[in-house]
């Protein structure tokens, strides 16, 4: 029997952002299931959804060498979270994750502890399998220098001694599947990423380690890039088409870019040369963004064909 934790009677969830109203929920909400099921199962789902959750989960594979020296870039990718039960019967479906939030600052840290921040997660993705992520792990050439908890992990990393990843969350739907006994989080928010010496899945440990690692061709937490939405690729596609327009029609653009003083007694017709190279220099720098631009569009319209396509596969219905 699979049990639900949300009834037709329980109340409205409110803002993420709003931690008191969060928790005077999460209370409400229990009060409403404590009917519903076993004590066993009532003992579980309170201890796991009134907080947030560190859920050591990851992948069996093994390892790879990781030849590299001292002042390389060390990328890492493996399972964050495997799509099986772990040693605690816990189970965080594929459809689950709500990574809005992570996205904003994509943490890695060692061991959940936040005090120690070891790295960014470059991308991931989410398969069949669980949640499969590439992560730098510091950057020597930092300013000043990596930090002590880096340079320790880097080192372990090298060593194959640290193999391991986990995920920490916030729970927000869960269902028990009584026959089994088996949690199953059905809406959570990640939080971080980690680095850990003990996984809960005997078998979880990382897939790569090494100076570079191959593109995930997914959706990728692109630092500090703004992606541009429709609107904005149609007016820079619009903006393109006028200069076209003006430089094939001979005629000088209103507002000309701002170009150096021309010394006395210049020739006249070599000054117009040099502004119409100026120009065309713009128009392909415009056109290399705009195919740049495209390019990226399209990749995310086909990872949210596939993403879909896979919820789907998966029986997610979507509104």
């Avoid at 996205?103 to 960014?120: A, E, K, V």
């Amino acid at each position: 029997m699979l049990v639900k934790l949300f009834s037709d009677s329980s109340p409205s969830r409110p803002a993420v952002s709003d931690s008191v109203a969060l928790e005077r929920w999460r209370s409400s909400v229990l009060v409403d299931i404590q009917k519903r099921v076993s004590p066993k199962a009532y003992s579980r789902i309170e201890e796991k959804f009134l907080k947030p959750q560190i859920w050591k989960a990851t992948a069996s594979t093994v390892t790879k060498a990781a030849n590299m020296a001292a002042e390389d870039e060390m990328i890492i990718e493996g399972w964050a979270n495997a799509a099986d039960p772990d040693r605690g019967r816990e189970l965080i479906l594929n459809s689950a994750w709500k990574t809005e939030n992570y996205d904003l600052n994509p943490i890695i840290l060692f061991n959940h502890n936040q005090n120690w921040p070891i790295g960014s997660c470059v991308e991931y993705k989410v398969e069949d399998q669980g949640l499969y992520y590439r992560a730098s792990i510091g950057k020597p050439s930092a300013y000043p220098t990596m930090t002590e908890t880096q340079i320790m992990c880097r080192s372990l990393l090298a060593q194959g001694i640290l193999r391991a990843s986990s995920v920490g969350f916030l729970p927000f739907n869960i269902e028990y599947d009584e026959e089994n006994d088996v949690l199953r989080y059905t809406e959570v928010e990640l939080l971080e990423i980690s680095l850990c010496s003990i996984p809960m899945q005997q078998g979880s440990l990382l897939d790569s380690v090494g100076p570079a690692a191959k593109s995930m061709n997914t959706n990728a937490i692109k630092q500090g890039v703004k992606k541009m939405d429709q609107a904005q690729f149609d007016e820079l596609k619009a903006l393109l088409a006028k200069i076209l327009e003006v430089c094939s029609a001979g005629e000088k653009p209103k507002e000309p870019p701002k170009e150096p003083p021309k010394e006395p007694g210049a020739d006249p017709a070599a000054a117009k040369s040099e502004e119409v190279k100026f120009l065309i220099g713009k128009i392909k720098e415009l056109e290399a963004t705009v195919a740049s631009v495209k390019a990226e569009k399209d990749a995310v319209e086909k990872d949210a064909e596939e993403l879909v396509a896979a919820l789907q596969k998966q029986g997610v219905k979507l509104d």
